[in-house]
């Protein structure tokens, strides 16, 4: 018998009023099972507590979404640069939400589909499937929900999260100027369009002080990758720009590390 059959989906707690919230705003009366994977590939079903420490962020998705007919949403996957590793979205918003997530600097590695949080609660019983776990890099652990609106499943999500340390962050898709310009970047973003040390310096040079991108490019002396090197290096955070602007091959960029000495220096 496996680890899920033991488990089981629920506990034995009898159901009855809910109680009001213990410590920290914890549901007293509401019971909450985590079904994921382990890093075996086995599929598990524990309490919440027992998750402190289990990255789940790391493990495979408890499966891949799949097309049906009459679904309205667009099954679609991203290319995670922060990890290496394939994200599978449910839509095209989550995939925007997934492209935004790779550009986090503070994002070291997430991933969506991991985990799902069953819950029951006065004879009624239902599943929550967060959006994404993923873990910053200072070591913190965050379950980022589809949406989080007022009512029982989001108790269910605090429940859960304060049982096994997990932070809640609400799910941001980008729009507008900046999410064109996430696009644009995201194209260079893989590993191949890194410039080697020599590159980087000079690039990081070239644009010591803001100038137009693809004059930068142009006049670098790196030939033709230089361009992608750019895009790349916009991606990473090692070149800036005005977010408020549409990103485009003309737009003023410059060295992130070198911009307040520019602005000190033209006062």
């Not at 070591?139 to 609106?149: E, F």
């Not at 304060?162 to 898709?173: G, T």
């Not at 080697?196 to 490019?217: I, S, Y």
């Amino acid at each position: 018998m496996d680890d899920q059959e033991r488990s089981g989906a629920f506990g034995s707690g009898k159901a009855g009023g809910l109680s009001p919230d213990g410590p920290e705003g914890v549901p007293a009366d509401i019971d909450v099972r985590v079904r994921y994977r382990s890093a075996a590939g086995r599929t598990l079903v524990h309490e919440p507590g027992l998750l402190r420490d289990v990255p789940l962020e790391e493990h495979a998705s408890l499966s891949e979404p799949h097309a049906y007919q009459g679904r309205r949403s667009i099954l679609t996957d991203w290319f995670c640069a922060t990890n290496g590793m394939t994200v599978w979205c449910a839509s095209t918003v989550q995939m925007d939400a997934a492209m935004l997530l790779d550009f986090d600097a503070d994002i070291v590695c997430y991933q969506s589909g991991v985990a799902e949080l069953h819950w029951r609660y006065e004879g009624r019983q239902g599943t929550m499937r967060p959006a994404f776990f993923a873990r910053t890099r200072d070591g913190r652990r965050v379950v980022i929900p589809h949406r989080l609106a007022a009512g029982l499943e989001e108790r269910v999500l605090r429940h859960a999260a304060a049982a096994a340390s997990w932070q809640i962050r609400p799910l941001q898709v980008p729009e507008g100027v900046l999410h064109s310009s996430l696009r644009s970047m995201a194209h260079s973003r893989g590993a191949e369009f890194a410039p080697g040390m020599h590159a980087r310096q000079v690039l990081l040079d070239v644009f010591a002080a803001p100038r137009p991108l693809l004059e930068g490019a142009a006049v670098s002396g790196l030939g033709l990758p230089a361009a992608g090197h750019v895009w790349h290096l916009l991606w990473t955070g090692a070149l800036d720009f005005d977010r408020t602007l549409p990103l485009l091959p003309t737009s003023r960029i410059w060295a992130a590390s070198s911009i307040d000495d520019f602005s000190e220096d033209n006062g």
